[in-house]
C-alpha cells in the first residue's frame, strides 16, 4: 500500500488529501488499543499527521492538526495534546472546532494538575469565544469548578453566575464536549447542576 500511495501521490495534485488518508491507513492498521497493537505502524501515523499538519494552510492540514491533537488528548498524553490544541486554536481561530480545541487545552492542564494554567486557559476558551453558548457556559463551569479546587470560592461563584447566565435552552439541556450520550460524562454541564452549585456556595457566604 505504500508503495500505491507514493504513485498515487506523485500523480494528484492535492497531494494533501493523499497524505490525510495514508496516515488514517496507517491509523486503521496500528492496532492502537486493541490487543495486538503495532508501535511502529502508530508512529507511521503520528508522523504523518504532524508533518501534514504543519503544511500551508488548508482543509486537510487543518484536519490532520484536529486529529492529531484529539487523538493525544484521548490517549492522555496531555502536555503533546496541549501544544496541538493551542496551535489548532491559534492557526485557525475561526473554524467550528476551535471553542472545542481551546476548551480541551484548559482540561489538559487540568489532567496535568496545573490548576492556575487550567483556569487560565478555560477563562480565554469562555471569552475568545464569548459568542458561542457552549463555550461561554463550559469555560466558565469548568474555571468555576478549578476555582474551587483553588480555594476561590467568591470566583467560583461569579463564574458559576456567569455560566448561568450564558445558558442558552436553544442549544439543549446539557452541554459537554465529552460523550453528550454518556450518563457518565464528568464534563457534562445541566442547568440543574450550576443551580445546585450557585445555591450551596451563595448559602455559604
Not at 499527521?49 to 500551508?56: D, F, I, N, S, V
Not at 469565544?129 to 467560583?156: D, E, F, H, I, W
Amino acid at each position: 500500500m505504500e508503495s500505491l500511495f507514493d504513485e498515487v501521490e506523485r500523480s494528484v495534485a492535492n497531494k494533501s488529501v493523499v497524505r490525510f488518508l495514508r496516515a488514517g491507513f496507517y491509523e486503521y492498521w496500528s492496532g492502537t488499543g486493541s490487543d495486538a497493537p503495532r508501535p511502529a505502524v502508530e508512529a507511521k501515523a503520528r508522523a504523518t499527521l504532524l508533518a501534514l499538519a504543519g503544511e500551508t494552510a488548508g482543509q486537510y492540514p487543518r484536519r490532520a492538526l484536529a486529529h492529531l491533537a484529539a487523538r493525544l488528548f484521548t490517549g492522555g498524553e496531555y502536555a503533546l495534546a496541549r501544544t496541538q490544541l493551542l496551535t489548532y486554536v491559534e492557526r485557525y481561530p475561526a473554524s467550528d472546532w476551535a471553542w472545542v480545541a481551546a476548551v480541551h487545552a484548559g482540561q489538559c492542564s487540568e489532567r496535568l494538575q496545573e490548576w492556575q494554567r487550567a483556569g487560565d486557559e478555560y477563562r480565554q476558551a469562555a471569552t475568545r469565544y464569548s459568542s458561542n453558548p457552549l463555550a461561554r457556559v463550559l469555560g466558565l463551569t469548568y474555571a468555576a469548578r478549578v476555582s474551587g479546587k483553588m480555594g476561590a470560592t467568591a470566583r467560583a461563584l461569579t463564574e458559576y453566575r456567569a455560566a448561568r447566565k450564558a445558558w442558552n435552552p436553544a442549544y439543549g439541556a446539557s452541554y459537554t464536549v465529552g460523550d453528550p450520550f454518556s450518563t457518565r460524562d464528568p464534563w457534562k454541564v445541566t442547568r440543574g447542576a450550576l443551580d445546585s452549585r450557585i445555591a450551596k456556595l451563595a448559602g455559604g457566604q
